[in-house]
């Protein structure tokens, strides 16, 4: 099969691959360059596990062709922690249990941030229609709707 | 959080250091890092993807199955069928001596449910496993199927599993498990009124976000590491020892970590043939199923269905419960004679009433087996009987939560199947809803004690 030149920026590192034509995003990450933070829970742009942020905006690496992310900056939950210091996305799902078996949790966290990067301020209902996308089979959504509320919050007391 | 002392203040401990504290998960920092690993998270030089060639009927007799022209297939290393495997037949509970074994790894002369899984498919790439595995050619003589639980009960109803030899569990009791407990004819015949109701469920799938699966790496001296997500590692290790026939010794199973599961990763499926092909094959091994398998062919809860006959006095009472349990296990056993005997035990409820008679069947169908799921054997039947209660408060003109007050087992009561009751706190369970839901209830009843028996 043949090879196309990828160039991306992930979590700030420059990457290039010589990556099997029609490969996603989600396997180009995962199988390709070792950041196994995106999940594959569906294959299929339903479940949202696989969530990352390409330029800014929220998007399916399970439906995103590798080829397409060529010169495009790319964010994992992997790199949201700086210097081992939790995001404060990261900090309110810890502190409000928004965890349990983990596994939608990379992709609930990049549906969050991008949210907050731009409303910082969210409604409750903007949370849950920011989170629609991404599904969880443990929680019952409500702690990871707190987290992401808190971490809003904490965000704006800092801010002030 | 809040912690009610003032139940049971004279029998409780109150040096408690851990209950009522909130303590920090310890696996949630690697969850929100994205550093948890997950089997899937496994990878390994020069592994092999793994896909099964599965059954498109639900019941058949296998004519042959021919495997030339994916062997062709560019990128294929290995094609497993029945034959390869070193103890075909086996089943899950045959290490607390539940037997017989009754299930097949790979398909052997014939296939009893939808989806079963008949060839594996071992190549290079997840896509060359797909392609080829769809140019596996098996040739099926279709037999009638049956998927009613009634139906498969009935004389002349296709037989489903010829390692049964009928088409219900035969439990050392029999067809059935029973529970009897004083008369409940005689119960019946006193009663007030008599209410015989029936209830009944579809199978439910779990729908984990993480799918079924396992990787598998050669050690180099024999010995496998499977990475699993199974929710029962030690089942998984004894029984894939069964199967392979190799010492334990030889399996290091790595686990523990599962995106969601509820009881929908306790059977063994995955780890045995995946072993299997990185033994044949010298291998690293990925086995994961699709999404679609994961809805279509990973054990779902039982259907079920429940009849219930009460007998209550006006008062309240109930002095009669007769009820039938069925649980449709599907093509193969797995945990359901399990799930269905636990139904036994539970079926009277929390209530204590004098004259029970309880009979509760596991029946083979041509459906996808069945297995555990979050209180399977029970949950259903807590439908069931709560539904009932309700029907029955209505039936004498009383309120539901009065009506359960007066029936409510409390220490020292004994149970249908003979265990007295202890350590209950039903009636302070409703104290609380009645409080919480603001659903007011007698005096006498928020006077009661479950410990305090006649209180």
Known sequence: ?160 | MELRKSYFADVRKDDLHEIGQPRPRSDSPGHVTGKTAFFADRNFPGMLHLKMVRSPHHHARIRSIDTSEAEKHPGVVKILTAKDVPHNVYTILILIQVGPEDETVLADGKVRWKGEAVVAVLAETERAAQEAAAKVKVDYEVLPAVFDMEEALKPGAPLVNEYHGQNYYLYDSGECRKVRFGDVEAGFAGADHILEESYQSSPIEHAPTETTGCVVAPEGNDRFTCYTNTQAMFFTLDNTSIILQMPGSKLHFVGGTVGGGFGGKVDVIVEPIAILGAKLTGRPVCFIYSREEEMQISSPRAAEKVVIKDGVMKDGRIVARKVTGYTDAGAYSRHSPYGAQKGAGHYPGPYTIPNVWIDTYCVYTNRTPSSAMRGFGVTIGDFALEVQMDKLARLIGMDPLEFRFINAYRDGDMKAHRQPTEGAALIECMQEASRAANWPVAEKYMAMSSYVKGA
């Open chain 1, 1 to 160: 099969m043949a090879k196309v030149p990828v160039q991306f920026t992930l979590n700030g590192s420059e990457k290039a691959e010589f990556i099997d034509s029609g490969t996603t995003l989600l396997h180009a990450l995962r199988d390709k360059i070792g950041d196994t933070s995106p999940k594959g829970g569906c294959h299929q742009g339903t479940c949202g596990a696989c969530s990352v942020i390409i330029d800014g905006e929220l998007r399916l690496s399970c439906l995103t062709l590798v080829e397409t992310c060529n010169g495009a900056v790319i964010s994992t939950t992997s790199g949201l922690s700086e210097a081992g210091v939790l995001h404060p996305l990261q900090r309110a799902f810890l502190d409000t249990f928004a965890t349990q078996c983990g596994f939608c949790t990379p992709g609930m966290i990049m549906a969050a941030k991008v949210l907050l990067d731009h409303t910082p301020n969210p409604s409750r209902d903007e949370v849950i229609e920011a989170l629609s996308g991404n599904i969880c089979r443990c929680t019952g959504y409500e702690p990871i709707i707190q987290a992401v509320l808190t971490a809003a919050r904490s965000n704006s007391q800092n801010a002030a």
